[in-house]
């Protein structure tokens, strides 16, 4: 019989009505695919993670949406080691996943847990037209939205997103996409969210993140994105590096979210948060 325990947490808040709702799934060995896709459908939060074995520094780790098994996931890696760290201590943890080794460093200050993720090497590519053109159609913008200072691109640190910078928060807050038509231009491109942002000012950046691919229409906090872009800003020059940026993101959802982003000047981005316990 394989105990485990099944965990529900927002990660990137310490308030249960903020934040991005994650399962956390913690045995001593993962079920079969099969069952973990059962598990997340079940859940319905826009990821889950499943974690083995239930004790070491070195778990195996892997994420699934309501629809499908995805390779890395940035809230569910917080709240996983948030989850960690209150069952098994502070400390570095391994997860191995798909993509690679993800340290996660867990700590603890004034009785409230911390998770700090360092992705793997980040990478980006500028948007080709033709995606440009489909994304833009399909989110019905127009490329004089845009922040001609961060151009488009493919940027990964674990996944690839596509990131659209624009011009005013206004235009930010204003989302209505057709789903369909995203999701089959992202499923194309290998994409696995929008990285759509407004950057207030050099320290502080907004974001909204369509995930229709994994049935989600906006996710309320996304560390994957939140490595990628940095990791662009960097490799592009866009900014010096080193550099902290916080970032907002599910204001307009009414689940307000703060990722805490550091860049140094080499190597992979950092993304650090806290999670809080939800109940049913």
């Given at each position: ?39 997340a459908?079940?859940?319905?939060f ?75 090497e ?15 159609c ?58 759509l942002?407004w ?5 502080l ?20 994105a ?44 950092k ?10």
């Open positions: 019989m394989n105990s485990h325990t099944l965990q529900k947490l927002a990660a990137f808040t310490s308030n249960p009505q903020g934040g991005n709702p994650a399962g956390v799934w913690i045995g001593e060995t993962l079920p079969e695919p099969r069952e973990m896709q059962r598990i459908a079940e859940v319905g826009s990821e889950t993670a499943f974690v083995a074995p239930g004790t070491g520094s070195i778990r195996t780790v892997r994420y699934y949406s309501p629809e499908a098994e995805v390779p890395f996931c940035g809230h569910a890696t917080i709240a996983t080691g948030v989850a960690l760290g209150k069952k098994s201590g502070s400390g570095t943890y391994q997860f191995e996943t798909t993509i690679g080794t993800i340290p996660v460093d867990v700590s603890e200050d004034k009785g409230e847990m911390k998770a700090t993720l360092t992705s793997v980040p990478k980006f590519e500028l948007a080709s037209d033709t995606l440009l053109k489909d994304a833009l399909a989110l019905g913008w127009s490329s004089d939205d845009l922040d001609t200072k961060i151009p488009p691109a493919r940027a990964f640190g674990g996944n690839w997103h596509l990131v659209l910078a624009v011009k005013s928060k206004q235009r930010l807050d204003d989302l209505n996409y057709d789903f369909e038509k995203l999701k089959k231009i992202m499923l194309d491109d290998d994409l696995t969210t929008l990285q942002i950057r207030e000012n050099d320290e950046i907004h974001s909204r993140n369509p995930f229709p691919v994994g049935g989600v229409v906006d996710d309320s906090a996304t560390g994957a939140a490595v990628a872009l940095g990791g662009y800003l960097r490799e592009a020059k866009i900014i010096n590096a080193p550099k902290d940026i916080n970032i907002l993101q599910g204001e307009i959802m009414g689940r307000p979210s703060q990722l805490n982003l550091s860049i140094p000047k080499v190597g992979g981005i993304v650090s948060g806290t999670a809080v316990q939800l109940t049913d």
